[in-house]
């Protein structure tokens, strides 16, 4: 067997093992903990003025941070309404925005005369 052969069959049987421990390696910054550590206290806060400056700072969106951050196990506006920060548990709310889904079959009427 030649060694381009043996190269190529190694490479081929240590892929599933760098498939699986490749997505481990992929730690988060202490940079991004830190900002979602504040985003999370400043969310925590009741403080308005506090958690816009904090997610400006870190140049995040509301909508977001709303959508995608979890703070202690929780999604960030029941962490919010767990310790009583109604405000920006509101501002978090209002972010994401309403959904309405409307039947229309159900709403049009259709008048058949036999």
């Known amino acids: ?5 043996k190269t190529l069959l190694a490479i081929a049987a240590s892929l599933p093992f760098l498939a699986i421990s ?16 504040d985003v999370c ?6 403080n308005l003025l ?8 870190y140049r995040l969106k ?3 941070v709303a959508l995608k951050l979890v703070c202690n196990g929780e999604d960030v506006i029941s962490f919010a ?5 109604d405000k920006t548990a509101a501002k ?3 972010s994401i925005g309403n959904v309405q889904i ?3 079959a159900a709403l049009s009427k259709v008048k058949v005369t036999f």
Do not use: C, H, R
């Open 1 to 5: 067997m030649t060694t381009f052969k």
């Open 22 to 37: 490749l997505p481990s390696q992929a730690a988060m910054t202490p940079y991004m903990e830190k900002a979602l550590i």
């Open 41 to 46: 206290k400043a969310a925590k806060s009741n």
């Open 50 to 57: 506090k958690f816009n400056g904090t997610t400006k700072s």
């Open 62 to 64: 509301t909508k977001t």
């Open 81 to 85: 309404e767990s310790y009583g920060a």
């Open 92 to 94: 978090l709310q209002k």
């Open 102 to 104: 409307t039947d229309v």
